[in-house]
């Protein structure tokens, strides 16, 4: 029975496939929606006294998911009568709405058996149209709630937004590759990815980069931390004012969580020196809180430091840029200058001096890009202004690490590639396109070098056809004997018990003789090779051929040179014209070796 399979055209296929990743787009987007319009569901049924009904419920999760888009909200019913805009966005938030729309692009992207796939710039498009569809629909429907979405804030950043999950997720999809770039892009640039050594140091850049902002922000939420401890008690007050029933507490308590990477970036910012504002006529700096902060109550604002002038403690918090830029030159170096490398394949002092300062322009720049979105207005007047200053923050981030990182990674660099103290440096530099040399065996680490007792040492001098070869250095914590050890010598200058310095032995052992020759090898003996011939024909079943096993070259010269004038070699021709059959001999003259 044959089963039969519905053939379409080309076009028809390629629009099934655009259609159905226009659909996983528009699923993200209901999915991250109505998750949120669930959670508020439950809340506003919990309240024991609901501002709105049903709808208005609704219609606020409609708005707080664009606002984690990135739109802006505006309260038009406010004690003053204006309006008052909330553009903080709670960064926590962001994380699932970008995530599902980087699933979507991913899965829409990704070749599956029977199905055909859409181009990359077809999958993208379709998921980023359903996406935002779903957006603009939201938006409408939130217009008559209590929060108002400001129009303009659609095309940028929530479009934005929802583009770039969408890129990252076609990308992956494709397996994350580094170039090539589009066409119309310079050509200097298409050249310059094409390259691997400037994808190898681009990648190397990018991470410490990464490295580097990623401990800025933790050293700043170390410090909201170390803040909230020592001000708990008035988190504590702010938090119970709040609300008086459990599920108004709850509330805040998540609004307070998913502000958390907020409290981060702030305090990444009061660490790097341009602070946060507090309102539009206050700044806190590690010099102290200048002007009149409008603070309102909220558990996470108690973290801020009081008015006054700054203590020691605050000056403390200058060392998070500091430690970010010594852990970018870090990450920078363990490539620029590799522990378990020779010196030939270590970068040069211009290369990681570059490297770093590239890393330090990608750190600024992610700070200037977060710091920018983790604040915004809370309000009119006093209130428009709250978070860090993105301008000042992403420049000073690049001279902090520029500053330290680059100095510190030429450091580095040049204490990775000391040779005293590294029992895996080599001496002699390996050669170009050459792999690394291996160093001592295991088992001559173990047994040889240990104690200094038996077998050769580390610091031993290499033989004569040895001396380019590269090798250890010494290590007392591999021989544990010390370098100046002394050893008694004898009459003769020999020694004589006693403790043997790295690379020395005692020769009172008796069966010990210094400079010994090994037995000469019997491989190539002649009566080892007709028993190792016969065996192998025994075991071959017949199928080996009738011929006597093959003398190399060299024992055969020197059976040659103990043999008289006229004696015939073993190999020699027969005379009376017929042939023997002879093993295939290499170039070197040498036979093959069963």
Request: hydrophobic share 45%.
């Amino acid at each position: 029975m044959t089963e039969h399979s519905l053939m379409l055209p080309p076009e028809r296929t390629r629009t099934l496939a655009l259609a159905s990743a226009f659909l996983r787009g528009v699923a993200a987007a209901g999915l991250g929606l109505g998750s949120l319009a669930v959670l508020v569901t439950l809340f506003w049924i919990s309240s024991p006294y609901p501002d709105s009904g049903p709808g208005g419920a609704l219609r606020a999760a409609a708005a707080v998911w664009l606002l984690a888009h990135g739109a802006e909200l505006v309260r038009p019913d406010t004690l003053s009568g204006v309006p008052a805009p909330v553009g903080v966005v709670p960064l926590l938030l962001v994380v699932g709405p970008v995530w599902l729309t980087h699933r979507a692009a991913r899965d829409a992207a990704e070749p599956e058996e029977g199905r055909r796939r859409p181009s990359q710039s077809g999958a993208f498009c379709a998921v980023t149209a359903g996406y935002l569809l779903v957006a603009a629909g939201a938006a409408a429907y939130a217009r008559g709630g209590s929060l108002r979405v400001v129009p303009d804030t659609l095309a940028f950043p929530v479009a934005l937004v929802v583009a770039g999950a969408a890129a990252a997720g076609v990308w992956t999809a494709a397996g994350r590759p580094f170039g090539p770039l589009p066409s119309w892009s310079p050509l200097v640039l298409q050249e310059a990815v094409a390259r691997t050594l400037f994808r190898n140091r681009a990648e190397v850049a990018c991470r410490a980069a990464a490295v580097g902002t990623a401990v800025l922000i933790g050293g700043g939420a170390l410090l909201v931390a170390v803040a909230l401890g020592r001000n708990a008690e008035a988190a504590q007050e702010s938090f119970l004012a709040l609300s008086g029933d459990w599920s108004g507490r709850l509330a805040v308590l998540l609004l307070a969580v998913s502000l958390v990477p907020n409290a981060a970036l702030w305090g990444a910012a009061y660490g790097l020196g341009p602070g946060f504002a507090l309102g539009t006529g206050a700044t806190a700096t590690p010099l102290g809180l200048t002007g009149t902060p409008a603070v309102p109550h909220f558990p996470l604002l108690a973290a801020a430091p009081d008015q006054g002038p700054a203590t020691p403690l605050n000056w403390a918090a200058l060392a998070v840029p500091a430690v970010a830029a010594l852990a970018l030159a870090w990450c920078a170096v363990r490539r620029a200058a590799p522990a378990d490398a020779p010196r030939a394949q270590a970068w040069s002092p211009r290369e990681t001096a570059l490297v770093t300062g590239l890393a330090a322009l990608g750190c600024g720049a992610g700070t200037a890009l977060l710091t920018a979105v983790a604040g915004g207005p809370l309000g009119s007047g006093a209130l428009g202004a709250f978070g860090p200053v993105w301008w000042l923050a992403g420049p000073v981030a690049l001279v902090w690490t520029a500053g330290i990182g680059v100095p510190a990674a030429l450091l580095l660099r040049l204490w990775r590639l000391r040779e005293r103290g590294w029992a895996w440096r080599r001496d002699a530099d390996a050669p170009e396109g050459a792999e690394d040399a291996q160093g001592v065996e295991d088992a001559e680490d173990d047994e040889g070098v240990r104690g200094g007792a038996d077998g050769i040492g580390a610091d031993a001098v290499p033989a004569a056809g040895e001396a380019g070869k590269p090798r250890r250095r010494w290590a007392p914590w591999r021989t544990g004997v010390p370098r100046d050890s002394a050893v008694q010598e004898g009459p003769d200058g020999s020694a004589v018990g006693g403790t043997a310095p790295a690379g020395g032995t005692p020769t009172d052992d008796p069966g010990f003789e210094p400079y010994d020759f090994l037995p000469t090898d019997p491989w190539h003996e002649k009566e080892t090779r007709e028993a190792r011939w016969a065996s192998l024909k025994r075991g071959s079943g017949g199928l080996m051929a009738e011929f006597p096993a093959h003398i190399p070259a060299a024992l055969r010269s020197e059976e040659a040179s103990g043999q008289p004038t006229n004696a015939q070699p073993t190999d020699a021709e027969p005379a009376d014209g017929q042939s023997t059959d002879a093993q295939p001999v290499d170039a070197d003259g040498r036979g093959a070796t069963p």
